[in-house]
């Protein structure tokens, strides 16, 4: 499975043009994961996808306080930027620590281009179709996270620490998960 | 004679005996009973540590008047509140920070911040 085909399905049948692009994206994954499976991943690559997913989940949640007026949505955006601002920083400090310096990786390039096309998408929404498209991205989007990390990154580093902080930062990512299904059911 | 007299001493050292048991038995019963009772009235301080996203230990058993001390190891900020009336009970703990309160009634409890962070404090019956 394609990591980042994670359009919610409402977004699919709303929106024609995103369809299309979802679809183009959806085929651009499936080649980017081609090669990842081919790709050995390396502590510089995981230090690169550490910091742009947090960033990307940062720089989300910035639009979702602009955008939305839902107090349930606005306090997790909230959290977003305060917690994955946390996670950011000690990854920063450890990969500093480590001298390793972030390259970026084909899953690096994957996870910016959807995002890109996911905040597009966000700045025409307003009121409740803003934040569906928000919270579902945020579920999809903290699933694959979690599958990636799990998955392909504890796996690979070949530095304790790394791996260690890998570890320690799934617990957040998983509370993260479970609170933005919890608004889902509410919104 | 001095056969009855010396049989007289017997029984009257087996009765000291008895009654030397007896009493010694009786207030074993009453030292013991204080003992516990004063155990069940002495006040407790409970740690949580709050790390990895979730309290440790999850559930406490706890007598009203315990102390419970949170204290966050987290890298983000997190904090308590009740969950029947949603009254919060600390600030937003940062790194570090600990946060104090004294058990009044249960309380099933989480963090505002992080909903899926559950905990749970039960009252312990007096026995
Ligand atoms: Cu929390």
């Known amino acids: 499975m394609p990591l980042l085909i994670i359009k919610p399905l409402a977004n699919l049948r709303n929106n024609l043009i995103f369809t299309i692009s979802t679809f183009a994206l959806l085929i651009g994954c499936a080649n980017a994961n081609e090669i990842q499976q081919a790709e050995i991943i390396t502590d510089a690559n995981i230090a690169a996808i550490v910091v742009g997913a947090n960033n990307i989940d940062i720089s989300a949640g910035k639009i979702a306080l602009e955008h939305s007026e839902n107090t349930l949505v606005k306090n997790f955006a909230e959290r977003m930027i305060t917690d994955h601002n946390a996670v950011l920083d000690s990854a920063i400090a450890l990969v500093t620590k480590l001298g390793v310096t972030p390259v970026n990786n084909s899953l690096v390039a994957t996870l910016a281009a959807q995002s890109t096309n996911h905040e597009a998408n966000l700045q025409s929404l307003s009121g409740n179709a803003f934040d569906k498209s928000y919270i579902g991205h945020e579920v999809a989007y903290h699933q694959a996270v979690i599958g990636v990390i799990e998955n392909q990154l504890i796996p690979a580093a070949q530095n304790n620490e790394l791996k260690a902080l890998l570890v320690s930062v799934l617990p957040a990512f998983r509370a993260h998960l479970a609170h933005c299904q919890m608004i889902q059911q509410q919104i | 004679m001095s056969f009855v007299n010396e049989h007289h001493a017997i029984i009257k050292t087996i009765n000291f005996k008895i009654l030397f048991w007896m009493v010694s038995g ?53 904090n308590i509140v009740e969950s029947i009336d949603q009254s919060v009970i600390s600030p937003d703990l940062a790194t570090g920070e600990t946060y104090t309160f004294v058990v009044k009634k249960p309380m099933v409890y989480h963090c505002g911040l992080h909903p899926s962070m559950k905990g749970k404090l039960s009252l312990t019956l007096v026995p």
């Open chain 2, 26 to 78: 009786l207030l074993y019963l009453i030292v013991q009973n204080v003992e516990s009772a004063e155990n069940s009235f002495k006040l407790t301080q409970h740690n949580v540590e709050i790390s990895g996203f979730a309290f440790v230990p999850k559930k406490l058993e706890v007598k009203p008047g315990d102390t419970i001390t949170w204290v966050n190891k987290d890298i983000v900020p997190h």
